[in-house]
């Protein structure tokens, strides 16, 4: 019985280990997701400016 006991004792301190887990890492998404909306919506008006040209590959920039 003692046993059961402990593997109980322990399996409900891992729940809440990973709990704590599991609700650092929602905190941690929340705050990415607001700064990729954030990083998406500065790029969004920067193009809507007409600038933020990107070079891709072997394109030659504007000035040559």
Known sequence: M??????IAHLTRMV????DIVSAQ??????????????MRREGEREAQG???VVLGDERPPHY
Request: hydrophobic share 30%.
């Open 2 to 7: 003692l046993h059961l006991e402990e593997k």
């Open 16 to 19: 809440e280990e990973l709990s």
């Open 26 to 39: 929602h905190t941690e998404i929340d705050r990415l997701s607001r700064r990729v909306e954030m990083l």
């Open 51 to 53: 600038g933020g040209g």
